[in-house]
């Protein structure tokens, strides 16, 4: 387990550390938007806000409007609460409950649209980039980062499983039955909050993930409307390798292989794209 993934873990057990997680992984991932990150004056949609730790900071980066959406209650309400409680963006940041796939909003209402860790979740991508396509203003952004379904954690197992790519190795049955069984022995559920919960003894296979792949997503903009400005490929260790000597040979190595189908779809750990609805 990375780091990161047990900063995740310790930060699921409460609402307020959880929402500092989501703030604090944009402000380090952000820059990987980079040279197409410009929110100043700007009406921003978040589609899957999850707690709404993220709005606040895009409130910081100078958009004039916020909004966020999130399918669960339970999550919309922390995030309308924390806005509740940012005097300083008071009025700035909204939220609501709302599926992506039928987004309650006029046609061409935002400048941007960001959503970060959602895409590898919701039922019907392409709909939703269709409704995204729809609701953004001609000449609008929108910013996806997410990780497709084999790299190492897209199992999405943390905490139960703490081992790379355990869905290439195992069955999903297989795979949902040992989390079970580590359930019934740490009681991780009883420790995180609702959103994090996960019942392994009522699944047969991994809960809400549609299993997205690199090839798959680069098909399904293909088919909406919008063009890609860039998509990177982020390849697995490439902290680590940046932080060792002779890493950065290793990290060329690697961002090479993250360019040839299928291997990269073991070794990309994010997709970071920005595409335009053309004007
Ligand atoms: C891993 S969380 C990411 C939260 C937040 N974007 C972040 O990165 O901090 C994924 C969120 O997407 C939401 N979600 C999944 N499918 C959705 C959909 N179709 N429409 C809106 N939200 C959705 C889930 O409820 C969950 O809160």
């Not at 709909?127 to 729809?134: A, K, M, P």
Request: net charge positive; proline share 6%; charged share 20%.
């Amino acid at each position: 387990m990375t780091k990161v993934h047990k900063e995740l873990l310790q930060a699921k057990r409460t609402v307020r550390d959880y929402q500092k997680w989501e703030y604090d992984e944009i402000v380090r991932i952000y820059k990987d938007f980079a040279p197409w990150w410009e929110l100043q004056g700007k009406r921003l949609l978040d589609v899957g806000c999850g707690l709404g730790g993220k709005l606040p900071f895009y409130a910081e980066q100078g958009a004039r409007k916020v909004i966020g959406v999130d399918l669960r209650p339970f999550s919309a309400f922390a995030a309308a609460h924390l806005a509740c409680e940012q005097g300083k963006s008071s009025g700035v940041i909204c939220v609501a409950i709302a599926d992506g796939l039928t987004l309650p909003f006029q046609d061409n209402s935002f400048d941007a649209i960001i959503s970060v860790n959602v895409f590898e979740h919701v039922v019907d991508p392409l709909s939703v980039l269709q409704e995204c396509y729809r609701v953004l203003r001609p000449n609008g952004y929108l910013y996806l980062y997410f990780p497709p379904f084999y790299s190492p954690w897209g199992a999405h197992l943390d905490g139960w499983i703490n081992f790379p790519w355990p869905h290439l190795i195992f069955s999903e049955q297989n795979l949902v039955r040992a989390a079970a069984q580590v359930e019934l022995q740490k009681s991780l559920n009883a420790q995180f909050i609702p959103p994090a919960q996960v019942f392994w003894a009522n699944l047969d296979t991994l809960p809400e993930l549609n299993r997205l792949t690199i090839r798959q997503f680069l098909e399904l903009v293909n088919r909406a409307k919008f063009k890609i400005l860039e998509c990177r490929l982020l390849p697995v260790g490439r902290h680590f390798l940046q932080s060792i000597q002779l890493g950065g040979f290793f990290l060329i190595f690697l961002k090479i292989l993250s360019l040839v189908p299928r291997i990269n779809e073991l070794i990309v750990t994010k997709i970071v794209c920005v595409m335009i609805k053309e004007g």
